[in-house]
């Protein structure tokens, strides 16, 4: 079984890539006589960002629509034609995650436009492989005062940004950033990408990174306090934050959570009076 969705993949790649090459004509195979034009060279892709289904089953990808702007698309690698699922009238789709093998969600924007000119946020949008279940989750307008925690209808400020995906549920992370405040604390919210209900995590202070275990709980976060980073640890038996240390975050002695492994051990980045960051175990 394995084995043939790995050989629809292959054939599934080569197609594309022969779509790609009738796109960009025989300039692959252009000699000193002929050679391709200097807008080639900047051009955007026709298809980029393709990603697999935790299943394996589906590939999305980002693919050009006949306007110009980037469209959401699908295929299943165990057979059929593939499909766009989602598109904007006068925008891109910039990013897009599996939420899980059935639901994707995904931001837009505009990649012809440069940042200092943008006049609206990317928003979340959330949507099923088959094109049903449209759902917008945060809003695009900039025009709105920045603001937490939930707004009307259940649509949420548009200072919130996709953080992470929860295994095997409709729910992801999303991140809620006080950009009004000098140090701009996260806020963590579990977001339910089907009704737009979401919960605001509990955190031990000014907190700047969250990290999540395998099972999508977080579990390490950093905060600080001025000059003070410290780091906390959830304890899933008491079931509260506990704080693993304390150190200036500017002397470069301290270290950052990075990784849970699937037993629970928490992995850590730190320099350790070196001049490079190192991977150690946290005992």
């Keep these: 079984m394995f084995f043939c969705i790995f050989q629809r993949i292959l054939s599934v790649a080569a197609l594309l890539l022969l779509s790609i090459t009738a796109v960009c004509g025989p300039a692959l195979g252009q000699t000193s006589g002929n050679l391709p034009s200097v807008q080639s060279f900047f051009e955007y892709p026709t298809l980029s960002g393709a990603k697999l289904s935790p299943n394996a089953r589906y590939v999305a990808m980002l693919v050009s629509g006949k306007s110009g702007y980037m469209q959401l698309g699908l295929i299943d690698v165990t057979g059929g034609p593939p499909t766009v699922i989602a598109n904007f009238d006068g925008a891109d789709i910039l990013e897009f995650h599996w939420v899980n093998n059935d639901r994707l969600v995904f931001n837009a924007g505009n990649r012809n436009v440069g940042i200092g000119e943008q006049y609206k946020a990317n928003g979340l949008y959330a949507i099923n492989r088959d094109g049903t279940g449209f759902r917008q989750l945060v809003q695009r307008d900039l025009q709105q005062q920045t603001s937490l ?44 990408t ?40 959830f304890d899933p038996v008491q079931k509260s934050w506990r704080k693993l240390a304390e150190f200036n975050t500017y002397s470069g002695d301290g270290f950052q959570p990075y990784a849970f492994s699937p037993d629970g051990t ?11 960051k190192s991977l150690y175990v946290m005992t």
């Design 266 to 276: 928490l992995y850590v980045l730190s320099r350790n009076g070196t001049d490079k």
């Design 194 to 233: 089907k009704t737009g209900h979401a919960t605001m995590i509990d955190r031990p202070g000014v907190t700047t990174k969250w990290v999540m275990d395998t099972q999508g709980v977080p579990r390490a976060v950093t905060t600080m306090d001025n000059d003070m980073e410290s780091v906390y640890y």
């Design 149 to 192: 925690g939930i707004l009307h209808n259940n649509i949420l400020p548009w200072n919130t940004i996709f953080y992470g995906t929860v295994p095997n549920s409709d729910d992801i992370y999303v991140a809620q950033i006080d950009v009004e405040r000098k140090i701009r604390p996260i806020h963590l919210l579990r977001l339910d």
